[in-house]
């Protein structure tokens, strides 16, 4: 690539077969870019072919108007590679299709569109950001979401009318991908799954804003039934990302956890994570892991 041509722009193809309008407006609204991304097998499509101009001339009937002569033109080579993780094909190449739509006046996010190809299921963070053409404020307040983890899917119902700042947090975290890879470190049958900590020890986390939050008790929400959702934490107004899905009632805890949600599907999940073998600690011999986490669109019913 010579020094002076212009750098190498992204678009890409997702690699399974499925589609939907959320996806399209997930992607409008996220509007990523490829710099965190971790490419494999690059390979690089040559646009410099060389083509034998004899050849050509008596192809076009011996004129030569047919012939390109502009020997201006940047490359049109063409870079294409995989990423880790992801199920899309990227390819790069010098062509803006967003410049050029500024400089013609037409629809910055219609030709985004139209170059990126999207046909992968949304996972539970896209659905968040989608967030079925809601308000910002209500994006950060979900009404539901869903945990999927190595066992299965665990769907929660989540009270952001009664305790903002719990989902607020919940719902950042998931968004962000703070509990995506994290483990269930501490497992007691009979009592609860905890879960939420990066270190995966029990000992670390944070809230979305740093640090720790306020407690938010509601006489309303208690520990009173099995598959309660409940802020994990050191004492009072230590809330940070840990929090526990109880697998009984547990009234003792009520005034010192925050109950920010239910199991309403996934109860079966519970037990299974619940019956795994445990090690030191209560933690499991083989990890149970978050493989994703985020809130579900309002229109989910599951």
Known sequence: M????????ASWICLSTWASPLQRQTERKRKADASALRFLSVCLCSGDAQVDKQIQLARSGGSSAAIDHDNSKKSDALIVALAYKKRRLYCFSHSDPVSEAEKNGDDEEAVIMNRDVMNEEPDAD??????GGRGESENKLGSEAILRTTKG???IRLFPNAVPRTVENFCG???????DDVIFHRIIKGFMLQTGDPLGDGTGGESIW???FEDEFVRELRHDRPFTVSMANAGPGTNGSQFFITSKDT?????????FGHIVEGMDIVRKIEDVEKGAQDKPVVDIVIADCGEMPVQHKP
Not at 126 to 131: E, H, L, P, T
Not at 173 to 179: C, D, F, L, Q, W
Not at 251 to 259: E, G
Request: net charge negative; aromatic share 6%.
């Open 2 to 9: 010579a020094a002076d041509d212009p750098p190498l722009l």
């Open 126 to 131: 896209d659905m968040m950001v989608a967030g």
């Open 173 to 179: 975290h998931s968004k962000n991908g703070y509990y």
């Open 210 to 212: 740093g640090g720790e």
């Open 251 to 259: 009234p003792h805890l009520d005034d010192k956890h925050v109950v």
């Open 153 to 155: 899917d665990i769907h």
